[in-house]
């Protein structure tokens, strides 16, 4: 493995303009300037870490990066792209060397900029299980960065969810880091297809906070850290190629991510192979001096991160502006920093960068094409997940149903979307711009979805507050109607601007405000309720919820469901309870008609959890990778069984899975392949997500009860049947044995497929013997 001091060799090219910078230049290539920061909160701290340096100063020698110059402020896209095709002319004519500048720019659910479309957040990505179709929305997110001049994008995030209490689980795809590492790096894959540099983010341990709380202490054990939040990463790198990584804000056992060689160099570059871009979360290197306290000024800063692996300051120049200084004086080894600059040079080289042609700047471009929307709307359907039904779905559209639409979000654009979407993000600072793009609501999605049905509103309550005037009003509409519509959950926002997103942590897992005591009021009143969540975490919903009941098998106690609404419906409490529930993770421009879509039953739900629903704040963190003791046991009063289990969700027709085979035995170094009859044994077509899952039955360390290995969507006609194969590399059993080495161990494991983690609907075993 190389040491980290050590200078690569570039490319001619890049070994030329090496040689020919002097160290201003170098310096100039590592940084990047938020040419048009303006008062709004839109990354952290941004407020306090304003850069007091003139643009024209910042770029005399060149300029390494371009910090989102679409996505602060609304800017008409074309107008934009004008300036900056003229800027980027002018760095290759007024500049020594010519070298133009990369620009960045958010893309977690949709290209950040004004009038361009917003998809379904991450977690939603995960709820689809539908890594495919998450590469076409790489694909088009791409193209609308590439013409407008951008060439890396800030996504995606490969945070394996840890506590639903953290305010950013919205921007993660899955408690698993199979679901998160398959579905991540379809992304990357599509949006590297178009010439887009994809980043990851947040290396290393970011989600895995005390607590659940942004920017706070990881104290997870290297276990922990190597076997479930690195592979992910390592799934994007090896299998993903991608370009770019972002370091984490947080320590690990009390060492900075950002200052710590061992992630950043050791595991990333020297056992990955990793030859990309290391680029700093905004901030984050001059955060080891004023959070992280590890560094005495912003030289030191600067020099613990460089030397860790960080080759870009971003958004602004902070502490790098003291690298020439460092070098001229000895206290920094010049080949630390060629290192970097090589390595920022070698990505515009492979971009295109050193030999574009800024003279025709496009003019007309549609940033939410009827592609887009296609896209998102596929996506949205695909992601909404049915969590209870006792018959009132699908709505029987005939005649004319009186329907009441009640709920702080049933006419809200923005409970649609993420903490990272445009809307929410920086049209929130500019209340007088319009969105630029159609965002219909669900009670718009249903008005145009049911024609014929009679719709009266009421909007109950707020998101937040306490206040219930609003009641009488909601609980009259509902009194009236046919069936009820009740739709409640979050708002995104950033650093207390909301209910989730940035900073915007929690530590109740219950619904925001007063909005549980709204959904109980309409059910009260009789009519049949349906529940839909629109929310960026899960949420206790227990109270709102049939329960399940037990399973059998190694899961014992963990509860089971065969994927029926009768099953899931056969105890229930005397308490009146939604007739129905359902959970969308922001859904995005299309969310309000994909939803609609689902409730008149032209679309069949088909999405899965891709995070457990918890059953309260006090049992977290808690996740269905837990090992024997991690679950409900005689011991202990607390209970942290979820109310619907990871991988748990209904359609509108019924599968049973049979008959799974596999060799009886696999080597360790070999390939595990499954398979399994799927039929549809309901009354329509629909879709499944077939999944397989493993448990190690005698290791060295304590293993998950349950692990997912493989999973697959398929859709069949009604009364029909298909094979399922799974080919599952024998490595993804992998975990770090007692001597710290991660490694397949030989043994008895045990295979099953089911509608849910915890559900062993047709089970085999196998037996894994040494490789060779």
């Known amino acids: 493995m190389p040491s980290p001091h050590t200078r690569p060799r570039f490319s001619p090219r890049v070994e030329g303009l090496l040689d020919q910078m002097t160290l201003e230049e170098k310096q100039a290539q590592l940084v990047g300037f938020w040419v048009d920061q303006g008062d709004e909160l839109v990354a952290p701290m941004a407020g306090e870490k304003k850069t007091s340096t003139r643009y024209e100063e910042a770029t005399a020698h060149g300029i390494g990066h371009l910090t989102r110059v679409y996505g602060t402020r609304p800017v008409e896209p074309i107008a934009r792209a004008r300036w900056l095709w003229s800027e980027q002319s002018r760095l290759q004519t007024q500049t020594r060397l010519g070298i133009p500048a990369l620009v960045h720019e958010e893309c977690l659910t949709g290209l950040a900029a004004w ?13 689809s299980f539908d890594p495919d179709l998450v590469e076409q929305v790489g694909r088009v997110i791409g193209s609308s960065m590439r013409a407008l001049g951008i060439h890396q994008g800030l996504a995606p995030v490969l945070d394996v969810i840890r506590d639903p209490r953290w305010g950013r689980v919205d921007e993660c795809i899955a408690e698993d880091p199979l679901v998160v ?27 895995a906070s005390r607590a659940g709380r942004n920017h706070a202490p990881v104290s997870a054990g290297r276990r922990e850290i190597e076997d479930v939040l690195l592979p992910p990463f390592e799934m994007a790198v090896r299998e993903g190629g991608v370009r770019s990584v972002m370091n984490s804000y947080t320590d690990i056992d009390g060492v900075p991510v950002a ?64 690298l020439a200084a460092q070098v001229r004086d000895g206290s920094l080894a010049p080949d630390i920093l060629d290192r970097a600059v090589g390595r920022v040079l070698a990505q515009k080289e492979e971009l295109g960068l050193l030999d574009a042609d ?32 006792d018959g009132v779905l699908p709505l029987d559209p005939s005649g004319s149903p009186r329907i009441a639409v009640i709920g702080p979000n049933a006419d809200s654009a923005e409970a649609l979307m993420g903490c990272y979407s445009f809307v929410n993000h920086v049209l929130a600072h500019h209340p007088e711009v319009p969105a630029g793009i159609a965002l219909p609501s669900v009670l718009e999605g249903l008005r145009a979805e049911l024609p014929g049905a009679e719709f009266t509103t009421a909007v109950g309550c707020d998101v937040e ?35 989730v997103g940035e900073g915007n942590d929690v530590d109740s897992l219950e619904l925001p405000g007063v909005q549980r005591a709204l959904v109980e009021a309409i059910v009260a009143t009789g009519t049949p309720v349906v529940l839909l969540a629109l929310t960026g975490r899960p949420y206790a919903l227990d109270w709102a919820l049939p329960h399940r009941e037990g399973a059998s098998g190694m899961t014992a106690g963990l509860g089971s469901v065969n994927g029926s609404a009768a099953t899931v419906g056969a105890r229930r409490s005397d308490r009146p309870r939604p007739a129905a529930v359902l959970q969308a993770f922001f859904p995005g421009e299309e969310g309000g008609p994909a939803v609609a879509a689902v409730l008149s ?13 918890p059953r309260s704040a006090g049992a977290q963190p808690s996740s269905y990778l837990h090992a024997a003791l991690g679950g409900r046991t005689d011991v202990t009063s607390v ?94 059993l992998a975990f770090t044995g007692t001597d710290g080495i991660r490694r397949v161990e030989p043994g008895r494991i045990r295979l099953w497929v089911g509608s849910a983690c915890d559900h062993e609907e047709t089970v085999t075993t196998i037996d894994i013997v040494a490789a060779g």
């Open 115 to 127: 009038q361009a479309a917003t998809f379904p957040t991450p977690l939603a990505w995960g709820a």
């Open 259 to 322: 200052a710590d060689p061992y992630y950043l160099d050791e595991v990333l570059r020297g056992r990955w192979g990793f030859d990309g871009v290391v680029v700093s979360d905004y901030f984050s290197v001059d955060f080891l001096r004023t959070m992280h306290h590890v560094a005495a000024d912003s030289a030191e800063a600067a020099a613990l991160a460089l030397t860790a692996g960080i080759d870009v300051e971003l958004p602004s120049p902070d502490a790098y502006t003291t």
């Open 358 to 389: 800024f003279t025709a700047p496009p003019t007309a471009i549609d940033l939410d094409s009827a592609e887009h929307r296609t896209l998102a709307r596929r996506l949205a359907e695909k992601s909404i997940v049915l969590l209870s039904n």
């Open 601 to 613: 039953g032209r679309v069949s739900p088909s999405g899965r959890l891709p995070v457990s629903l």
């Open 181 to 207: 590492g398959t579905i991540g790096t379809a992304y990357v894959r599509g949006m590297q297809a178009e010439g887009v540099h994809a980043t990851l983010k947040h290396f290393v341990g970011y989600s």
């Open 465 to 499: 507050g306490e206040d219930r005037s609003g009641f009488p009003a909601a609980v009259s509409a509902a009194t009236e109607a046919d069936v009820a519509v009740v739709v409640v959950g979050d708002r995104a926002g950033l650093f207390g601007r909301g209910t």
């Open 639 to 732: 209970d942290p069984t979820p109310v619907r289990p990871f991988g748990f969700g209904l359609g509108y027709t019924t599968f049973a899975h049979e008959d799974l085979t596999s060799a009886p035995t696999v080597p360790a170094d070999g390939i595990i392949r499954a398979s399994v009859l799927v039929r549809n044994t309901g009354p329509r077509e629909g879709s499944d997500v077939v999944q397989l899952y493993a448990h190690d039955e005698v290791a060295s360390v304590a293993r998950p009860v349950a692990q997912l290995i493989g999973f697959q969507r398929v859709t069949l006609e009604a009364g029909t049947e298909q094979r399922i194969e799974f080919t599952v590399p024998a490595e993804r």
